[in-house]
């Protein structure tokens, strides 16, 4: 199983990102997929996820400002980032997960390499 991810840069407060994790070797309708990032120093957090029946999550500093998505012909979620905020430079990395739920890193099985988002103010 492999977990691409790509799309992180450097933009501007305020500036718009949009973040895809293409996967491999994996049913993909069958696993919810979800966005982890981890910011210099602390721990790595629940960003969104998007369920295998399309249900979606958002941790709340993000909801308003982030849409998850996913398209099942293409293996690949996104993650729509607007709105910006310093607070949001990160290492971005997206899962994918059989479990009943999606927000702690150990219900996800399988892990892409993260990818840099930095935004400056």
């Known amino acids: 199983v492999q977990l691409q991810a790509s799309g992180g840069g450097l933009v501007q407060t305020g500036g718009s990102l949009t973040l895809a994790c293409a996967a491999s070797g994996l049913i993909y309708k069958d696993y919810n997929m979800g966005w982890f990032r981890q910011a210099l120093g602390k721990e790595r957090e629940f960003v969104a996820a998007i369920s295998r029946n399309n249900g979606r999550s958002y941790e709340g500093s993000v909801k308003g400002r982030f849409t998850i998505s996913r398209d099942n012909a293409k293996n690949t979620a996104y993650l729509q980032m607007g709105s910006l905020k310093p607070e949001d430079t990160a290492i971005y990395y997206c899962?994918?997960?059989?479990?009943?739920?999606?927000?702690?890193?150990?219900?996800?099985?399988?892990w892409g390499q993260g990818t840099l988002v930095t935004v400056s103010s």
């Open positions: 899962a994918a997960g059989s479990q009943r739920r999606w927000f702690r890193e150990s219900e996800y099985e399988y």
